[in-house]
């Protein structure tokens, strides 16, 4: 007989009910498993061996789906397990053996944020990569976390990194599905692949993220993975953070979100582009309801809450950032940069915008342009307001942030037409003449260049001040002529024009190009006393512990005019105002003066004026440089500039600008005296006094045009002829009886 300790002899089969005991099975199966040793039959013979008295022998059925079935099928999944586990770790141990050492990992530093507010503390906008700063878990609404776990994590708090029921939930519904319908990743993963792993797909990028999960869940506590989470995640619209994204969506910070918008913010993590609010509402929405009842289910709200939550009408975000305050903010990123250099942390920078100012001027713009940009082609708009200073107090670069970003206000440099004259008139008053100086509208021809007024007529003799407040050009060329152009050109630097200026005769009447902002802090002089106003947005930067790192001063600013031209100018802009071209800007109660600009085929159109409290640019135009509809400075600037102006003084207790007890002295003009007249005429002078008009490489002065205009020279020129021009070849000297006929 065999023995049947040894496990290499073969045991013949029987058909007798000896033969048919389990032991004799469990063998077989041990043999495929892979030779091992057979079990010892003594414990488990005794059953098999006890006879069945009184009953007849039957041949027993083969057990299919039986215990014995069963046994296999659970052996077999033993044996897969183990094999499994054991490829699963081989694979780790290969994966993990080309990742650098874990003692040298380390969290990514966030990339910095500015956090740009205004005067009152109040956040205009964000600017950096992440498009806001980071919150502490316990400063965000405690909705955030509870929406987010409710629909991405249940069992974060519990789990050790990865979630195997999740991940097994996922495998089953998955493959009920027939596609990837759901993700078993948990939040420690999906944090530690936004930190360190790229967003492809493979069995590398799986294992390293699993392991980064170990290791960030052995470092950092729950509550700081949650947060790192909630302030790095991509949550669409470039906004990554709960905090970005609340302002982007809702424009308010993450410390205030209520239940329905948290819910909506954990909804877009599925799918942050395609389900974001700005694309689509309604797909926001829905998945913000699937949010709700997850929070529901999880024992976060109650039905009341949800019933809520559910009632409020879905949220409208904008495509994009909007609002005046994102001109504000990308001045300040840029000036940032030019204070301190690169910015490497998380600072404040705050300025000197009054938001409630901010406010009301884009309301302005925005009014004004609805109302009547269509109707007289002007599609764009920007204005400047500020203080004695040089402090910013409100500025809108643009009709709308959303759909163009150029800021006209700062960058855009135009023509300021007439809105340039108050620079010649005050260097007049710097030589000795008085608003009430007279000098004689009548055609005028200054070389090849032949100005002409507005409404093309002439009113003869007139005094200074009504000239300045009816925008004479006549007079404005005669003035640079006999102060000089590069005179004009030094006072104006003076008081705050930064940009080239053509010394040419034509810049009386504003033919260079200058920015919105710098003409109107170059105004401010005149409402502050005489004093340079340097604009300014940025009042202090600091970092996020309070450190300064930046404060502005400009507290004793230099004097550029002196009071007496002060005085002159406040009276003669004053008569623009109350007499003049810029009618419409009047202010009840408020002593105001400005003075209106318009350039040629009326392409563009400013008004800049001032009260002893601001003094504000308001500028319409065309971005491609079309011609509006006959729109000058006197017309629609002006009265936008009225609306914003009024807006802005209420409720402020009217004060009168610099140099109202003024008292002019006797007109004293620097007219050629008898003597010199006759001096002149006996020794041959006249227009011989001034240098001789240049001409370019020595070619002969330039003709008219086809259409009779005459083009404007390139630098200094003579006075001109003041009456009837002279003709060719002929030169015309200056008489006694000229003087005595005003020509």
């Keep these: 007989m065999v023995s049947r300790g040894n496990s290499r002899d073969r045991i013949e089969p029987s058909f007798d009910e000896e033969s048919e005991d389990e032991d004799l099975r469990l063998d077989a199966d041990d043999r495929i498993a892979g030779g091992r040793k057979a079990r010892s039959s003594g414990k488990r013979s005794a059953p098999a061996a006890r006879p069945n008295k009184g009953k007849k022998s039957q041949p027993r059925k083969r057990e299919t789906s039986g215990g014995f079935g069963l046994g296999r099928l659970i052996y077999w999944c033993f044996v897969l397990s183990i094999w499994g586990a054991i490829g699963l770790g081989a694979l780790i141990a290969y994966y993990g053996s080309q990742m650098p050492s874990a003692s040298s990992w380390s969290i990514p530093e966030r990339p910095p944020n500015m956090k740009i507010v205004s005067v009152e503390g109040t956040v205009i906008a964000n600017r950096g990569a992440t498009g806001g700063e980071a919150l502490p878990l316990e400063e965000m609404s405690p909705f955030i976390p509870q929406a987010v776990m409710a629909i991405e994590d249940r069992r974060f708090y519990s789990h050790f990194g990865i979630d195997p029921l999740g991940l097994a939930r996922a495998i089953v519904t998955n493959v009920v599905s ?7 990743s948990t939040l420690t993963q999906q944090l530690a692949k936004n930190l360190f792993l790229s967003p492809e797909r493979t069995v590398e990028r799986k294992v390293q993220e699993v392991l980064l999960a170990f290791w960030l869940e052995q470092k950092y506590t729950k509550d700081q993975i949650l947060a790192m989470y909630l302030n790095r995640v991509y949550f669409g619209s470039n906004a990554y953070g709960v905090e970005a994204a609340a302002r982007r969506y809702f424009n308010k910070s993450a410390r205030d979100v209520n239940l329905g918008e948290a ?10 582009s395609r389900l974001s609010p700005a694309r689509d509402p309604e797909a926001a929405e829905a998945r913000a309801q699937v949010v709700l009842q997850a929070m529901l289910e999880e024992g976060y ?21 909007s609002g005046a305050g994102q001109y504000v903010a990308d001045m300040v990123r840029d000036d940032v940069t030019a204070l301190i250099g690169k910015v490497t942390e998380d600072i404040v920078v705050e300025t000197t915008i009054d938001m409630t100012l901010e406010k009301k001027a884009e309301a302005a713009l925005t009014e004004s342009l609805a109302a009547e940009g269509a109707k007289v082609n002007a599609s764009q708009a920007a204005l400047v307001s500020i203080d004695g200073t040089g402090a910013i107090r409100a500025l809108v670069g643009g009709r709308d942030y959303a759909e163009s970003q150029f800021n006209r206000a700062v960058k ?25 100086s007279t000098r004689n509208d009548a ?27 009816e925008s004479l050009n006549t007079i404005a060329a005669q003035l640079v002529m ?3 152009p590069d005179q004009v050109i030094k006072l104006a630097h003076r008081m705050g024009i930064d940009s080239d200026l053509q010394n040419n005769a034509s810049i009386a009447l504003g033919t260079s190009e200058v920015s919105l902002l710098e003409l109107t802090a170059a105004y401010a002089p005149f409402m502050n006393g005489g004093y340079k106003a340097t604009p300014h947005i940025v009042q202090r930067i600091l970092k996020a512990d309070g450190t300064v790192l930046y404060e502005n001063n400009y507290i004793e600013p230099p004097r550029v005019i002196s009071d007496q031209v002060v005085a002159e100018m406040n009276q003669m802009m004053m008569g623009v105002i109350n007499q003049g071209t810029g009618k419409k800007a009047q202010l009840k109660g408020w002593e105001a003066a400005g003075k209106t600009g318009t350039t040629q085929s009326f392409r563009d159109a400013l008004f800049v004026g001032y009260t002893s409290n601001l003094t504000t640019g308001v500028w319409f135009g065309n971005d491609n440089g079309d011609s509006m509809k006959k729109v000058t400075g006197g017309g629609l600037p002006a009265r936008a500039w009225h609306d914003f102006m009024a807006a802005a003084h209420q409720g402020l207790a009217p004060a009168p600008l610099p140099g109202g007890d003024y008292q002019e002295p006797a007109p004293v003009d620097q007219d050629p005296t008898i003597g010199a007249i006759i001096s002149d005429v006996l020794s041959g002078g006249g227009e011989e006094r001034y ?19 005459w083009p404007v020279l390139e630098g200094p020129v003579p006075p001109g002829d003041v009456g009837q021009a002279p003709q060719e070849g002929a030169r015309r000297r200056t008489t006694l009886l000229d003087l005595i006929l005003g020509q």
């Design 301 to 321: 709200i109650t039905d009341d809450e949800i019933k809520t939550a559910m009632s409020q009408s879905p949220t409208k975000a904008k495509r994009y950032w």
């Design 482 to 484: 006999e102060v000089g």
């Design 691 to 709: 240098p001789a008009q240049p001409q370019a490489n020595g070619e002969s002065p330039a003709e008219q045009d086809q259409q009779g205009n």
């Design 263 to 272: 819910a909506l913010l954990a909804g877009l993590l599925k799918a942050p």
């Design 178 to 184: 027939g596609r990837a319908v759901q993700g078993g």
């Design 412 to 436: 855009a440099k135009r023509q300021p037409g007439s809105a340039f004259k108050p620079f010649v008139y005050a260097a007049a008053m710097e030589i000795g003449l008085r608003p009430g």
């Design 443 to 469: 055609p005028i021809r200054i070389g090849s260049w032949t100005p002409q007024n507005y409404d093309e007529k002439y009113r003869g003799p007139v005094t200074l001040a009504h000239a300045l407040a």
